[in-house]
């Protein structure tokens, strides 16, 4: 076990395959615990970037959570 396996408790996993259907948890940390987002405004262009590129992937989004410090999205990607 490694430094990093001891600190972040081995969170390194395999690569996913990329096939349609399954459902993906997407997780988004800001780094040391900081804030992701500098303000309203940057949140709101984040989401406005989102709902243009699921569509564009194919990808349906069922849950979201945007808080200051962490995000995750639950989606389904279509059309791999």
């Known amino acids: 076990m490694d430094v990093c396996d001891s600190i972040y408790g081995a969170m390194l996993t395999t ?28 949140r709101e262009d984040f989401i ?15 849950a979201w959570s945007f808080l200051r410090q962490r995000n995750r999205v639950g989606a389904r990607d279509l059309l791999c």
């Open 15 to 42: 690569a996913r395959f990329d096939t349609p259907g399954p459902l993906h948890h997407v997780m988004i940390r800001g780094i040391e615990r900081r804030e992701i987002f500098t303000d309203d405004l940057d």
């Open 48 to 62: 406005e970037r989102l709902s243009d590129l699921l569509p564009e992937t194919g990808t349906q989004c069922y």
